[in-house]
């Protein structure tokens, strides 16, 4: 069966430090893969989706940028956090391929708070 | 573009009660629908979809959902609460083979 993971799944970080999030998925290959981020009251907002290794689609202009360097792990990123930049963060995959139909599997969240 | 409007970010029932969450969507194209459920500081849990085979989805926990297109619907109901059905409710609508386009969400506050 396939696994989504998420880590780490708290982190505080002092304002214009770096951040690193990592997603992996196990079970399955080719996934497309997603980074959320859900602000308080607001909904969940996609920030980046990729279709493919290197390939990264952006929705959305900010402080953050996405890396996939293998297959079935996506990385979300920042060199200097902003005070907006605290939510909780959601990565999620779906089949490659699978249609307008395709479900989305998430992982657990990080909640990242910036002080 | 695709949205959907999931109306009172708040419902409160008690337990037993009928559940009813309401969601709107707007689509240029014959529409996917997903419900999700989020539990406290989790990721989100797929209910039900609805891909065109029958209007009436059921789906896990005792969940069922409506497309009703005349309407431009997809409400979440329940008949009866549960207090573990405590959480937050999330409509979305499929945008592309890649995307699905979330609503702000709704919590489902349950009392005994």
């Known amino acids: 069966s396939q696994t989504i993971h998420q880590w780490p799944a708290t982190l505080v970080q002092p304002v214009g430090s770096p951040l690193s999030l990592e997603c992996t998925v196990e079970?399955?290959?080719?996934?497309?893969l997603y980074w959320y981020r859900q602000a308080a009251g607001r909904g969940l907002q996609l920030l980046f989706y990729?279709?493919?290794?290197?390939?990264i689609s952006s929705e959305v202009p900010q402080n953050l940028s996405a890396s996939r360097p293998q297959d079935r792990q996506f990385i979300l990123s920042s060199k200097k956090l902003l005070l907006s930049d605290s939510g909780f963060y959601l990565c999620?995959?779906?089949?490659?391929?699978?249609?307008?139909?395709?479900?989305?599997?998430f992982g657990p969240g990080t909640r990242l708070t910036v002080l | 573009a695709q949205s959907v409007t999931q109306l009172g970010s708040h419902v409160s029932v008690s337990e037993g009660a009928l559940v009813l969450l309401r969601c709107n969507y707007s689509s240029s194209v014959p529409p996917y629908l997903f419900w999700y459920v989020q539990y406290p500081n989790q990721g989100l849990q797929l209910l039900l979809k609805?891909?065109?085979?029958?209007?009436l989805v059921k789906g896990i926990n005792g969940f069922e959902a409506e497309f009703k297109k005349s309407e431009t619907s997809f409400h979440l109901t329940k008949p009866s609460a549960h207090m573990s059905d405590a959480a937050e409710y999330f409509c979305a609508v499929s945008e592309s083979f890649q995307k699905l386009v979330f609503g702000t969400g709704t919590r489902l506050l349950v009392s005994p």
């Open positions: 079970g399955t290959s080719n996934p497309n």
């Open positions: 999620a995959w779906s089949v490659r391929g699978g249609g307008r139909n395709n479900e989305q599997f």
């Open positions: 609805y891909t065109s085979a029958a209007t």
């Open positions: 990729s279709v493919g290794i290197g390939q």
